[in-house]
């Protein structure tokens, strides 16, 4: 996993005009598409017709597209007795199925970027096993993004993410945390966050 932490610390929050493909060295624009190399787990910004090469998710591939999907769904709950019983320290995290591991793993943002969760996956697939709408996204390219607010603040939201979009949500979060919690700024651009991609996201399970 030192090469997902190594992306979401290093990698620059955004591409400059006129940079290139990283397959054909085509030019893109700042606003570009990306595949996912499945073992290496990589994200590489590509040209239109390199991602293309990319999108049947049912071929046996080395890399693969990432969609531009964004789901909500309005139902999900989670009790914090199970928010704590899949051992993540903060109330954020996000989920995807890796097949190279064969496994879901989790990871949250914090000060150094993005911390992997030993996740135990019984306790994961039963809330999968209540939700059973959410289990949705497309292993290796989407990605479940949970957040559980402080005791009696708010509900618990799931949203389906990109994972490009995973990414550069915790990229971010590193940028600008401060102290222990992160301080204002991080919690700002976490509701933020939330209601951009609530707003766009459609609804899922229906």
């Given at each position: 996993?030192?090469?997902?932490r ?8 955004a591409?400059a ?17 990306h ?9 590489l910004?590509?040209c ?5 090469l ?10 693969r597209a ?11 709950t ?12 903060v109330?954020l ?7 190279a ?19 135990p996956?019984?306790e ?6 209540r ?11 989407e990605?479940l ?7 009696g ?10 994972i490009?979009a ?12 401060r102290?222990?919690?992160g ?5 700002r651009?976490?509701d933020?966050?939330?209601d951009?991609?609530?707003a766009r996201a459609?609804p899922?399970?229906?």
């Amino acid at each position: 996993m030192g090469v997902l932490r190594r992306l979401t610390v290093d990698r620059k929050p955004a591409v400059a005009a006129g940079e290139r493909c990283e397959m054909c060295a085509e030019t893109i624009a700042a606003e570009h598409q990306h595949v996912v190399n499945v073992e290496g787990r990589q994200l590489l910004c590509v040209c239109r017709g390199c991602y293309l090469l990319f999108t049947d998710q049912n071929a046996t591939l080395r890399y693969r597209a990432v969609p531009d999907r964004y789901l909500r769904f309005p139902g999900f709950t989670i009790s914090h007795g199970e928010w704590d019983a899949l051992e993540i320290p903060v109330g954020l995290a996000f989920f995807f199925d890796n097949s190279a591991l064969g496994r879901t793993v989790a990871f949250y943002p914090g000060p150094m970027g993005a911390t992997e969760s030993e996740l135990p996956l019984d306790e994961w697939r039963t809330v999968l096993d209540r939700h059973p709408e959410i289990a949705v996204a497309v292993p290796d390219v989407e990605a479940l993004m949970i957040r559980v607010p402080e005791r009696g603040t708010a509900e618990a939201a799931c949203l389906l993410l990109p994972i490009d979009a995973c990414y550069e949500f915790v990229g971010r979060m590193r940028m600008l945390w401060r102290g222990f919690d992160g301080g204002q700024d991080v919690h700002r651009y976490l509701d933020e966050f939330f209601d951009a991609v609530s707003a766009r996201a459609r609804p899922g399970g229906v």
